[in-house]
Structure formats: structure tokens, C-alpha cells
């Protein structure tokens, strides 16, 4: 007998397994854009985490050595509260830290091997 594979509404795509894609909504909060006065700043109060069922905070670094998990350079502990506070506007929102960012591993940078020194020792 040839394999036939399942109907999709079998395997767990669609609204029946998924629900509504609108109630599946992510944000991206963007650190380097909560100051400042060029175009797309976004005070973390100004973020709509009612319409939202996450937020990731965009970027925290990890200190080499260390391994301690600290705000971005420029940034401090202050703005990633001031995010995880709007989480009193929308409880059930989820609240994300990305780790890394577009220079955290550049070549020739103490961070550059940080990912691969924590996996290696796993």
C-alpha cells in the first residue's frame, strides 16, 4: 500500500489546533529606541502589551566570564523594568529577553565566543 499522507486539518494546523493567528500577536521591543529623537522611539510605556501576548526585549548581554546576563552597553537594569512593568497592563503577557544582538558576535570582540564556550561546557 502506498503511504498517503494525513489531511492538514489531521495534523494539527488551522483553527481548530491553533486558534486565531490574531490572538497570537509578538512584540519586539527594540532597546537602542527607547531614547532619543530620531524616528521610532518607543517609550516602553507606549507599547501596546494589551494587544500583545508577548514581548521580547531586544538586547540583553552576557558578561564573558562571568556568564552574569546584563542590558546592552548604553543601557541599563532601569529600562528592562520599565518593559517588564508593562506587564502590569496585561498580566498574562509573556515577557521575553533576546540575548545577543547584531554585534554581540562580531569577530575579534570578547563576546564573540560567548554562546560557543557556554555550549561547550554543557
Known amino acids: 500500500m502506498d503511504y498517503q499522507p494525513p489531511a492538514l486539518a489531521d495534523c ?3 483553527p481548530t489546533y491553533c486558534g ?12 537602542w529606541k527607547s531614547s532619543g529623537s530620531e524616528c521610532g522611539v518607543l ?3 507606549q507599547a501596546p ?3 500583545l501576548k508577548a514581548v521580547s526585549f ?4 552576557i558578561t564573558p566570564g562571568t556568564y552574569d546576563i546584563v542590558p546592552m552597553p548604553g543601557e541599563g537594569f532601569d529600562l528592562i523594568a520599565h ?14 529577553v ?7 558576535n562580531d569577530n ?3 563576546t564573540q565566543p560567548v554562546f560557543s564556550d557556554i555550549a561547550s561546557a554543557l
Open 49 to 51: 502589551v494589551e494587544a
Open 12 to 14: 494539527g494546523y488551522g
Open 20 to 31: 486565531d493567528v490574531r490572538d497570537n500577536v509578538f512584540g519586539y521591543y527594540q532597546s
Open 83 to 96: 518593559v517588564a512593568n508593562a506587564k502590569m497592563r496585561n498580566p498574562d503577557n509573556k515577557m521575553w
Open 108 to 110: 575579534h570582540t570578547s
Open 98 to 104: 533576546s540575548i545577543g544582538g547584531w554585534t554581540f
Open 43 to 45: 517609550d516602553p510605556s
Open 58 to 61: 531586544a538586547f540583553a548581554y
